[in-house]
């Protein structure tokens, strides 16, 4: 399966699952195999990538899943799931489609390939409470993987915890902040003073260098 899906069959516990923009289907196919979830709905916006999900399910002889085409959270009705797996999409595309959401009392398992401080402070300010944003290492990748559940309160963030979630001492947060600080300073150093984005960057560089120097 990978680390990164690994790392999100681990928090799924429930009864219904919805997967959203499920692709290849093996978060509902494994959530099932592993007796992680009762009963599965997976979601696409194409057909044909809910062609291979049902291809999937069909080879491993899996039968309490349900497709739908749809977009985002749309497919869903009220309370219908209570955990929804939302992997595969950028952190502005995420946020977008928990702003569509139905009313809904589920675990949120969210991994998102970019703009994942947009996506932390989305929720921060939309009421959604952490329960862990931990980073993964896949190969030479790395990906964030929140769990989190509406609750109505905001919460506010600090610097590093927008950049890299809530496990900073994790072995792969170290990695990806390394990596992280080895490009930021090579966008700073061609920075021109004034320069307000610049100015962004720099303190970001400032506090991943800083966070990395607590760790020795």
């Known amino acids: 399966m990978g680390a990164r899906l690994d790392a999100v069959l681990a928090r799924i516990n429930c009864r219904t699952l919805a997967d959203i923009g499920c692709d290849h289907g093996k978060v509902a196919v494994g959530a099932l195999l592993e007796g992680r979830a009762e009963r599965c709905i997976a979601t696409d916006i194409s057909e044909k990538c809910l062609q291979k999900a049902r291809e999937l399910a069909r080879t491993k002889g899996v039968?309490?899943?349900?497709?739908?085409?749809?977009?985002g959270l749309s497919v869903l009705a009220p309370f219908e799931a209570d955990c929804v797996v939302i992997a595969g999409?950028?952190?502005r595309e995420i946020a977008s489609v928990l702003q569509e959401a139905p009313p809904l009392k589920a675990k949120f398992?969210?991994?998102?390939?970019?703009?994942?401080?947009?996506?932390?402070?989305?929720?921060?300010e939309n009421g959604y409470g952490v329960e862990s944003d931990r980073i993964v290492g896949e190969g030479r990748r790395f990906y964030p993987v929140i769990v989190c559940e509406k609750t109505g309160v905001k919460r506010s963030l600090s610097l590093l915890e927008s950049l890299y979630g809530t496990h900073l001492s994790d072995a792969d947060c170290a990695a990806y902040m390394r990596l992280k600080e080895s490009s930021?300073?090579?966008i700073c150093a061609g920075i021109k003073q004034?320069?307000?984005?610049?100015?962004?960057?720099k303190e970001e560089l400032r506090a991943t260098s800083e966070a990395l120097k607590e760790r020795k």
Not at 63 to 71: A, L, N, S, T
Request: glycine content about 12%; aromatic content about 6%.
């Open 109 to 124: 398992i969210l991994v998102p390939h970019d703009d994942a401080p947009l996506l932390r402070r989305f929720l921060a």
């Open 184 to 186: 930021l300073a090579r």
């Open 63 to 71: 039968d309490k899943i349900e497709f739908r085409v749809g977009d």
């Open 89 to 91: 999409m950028g952190g």
């Open 194 to 201: 004034g320069d307000e984005r610049g100015e962004k960057l």
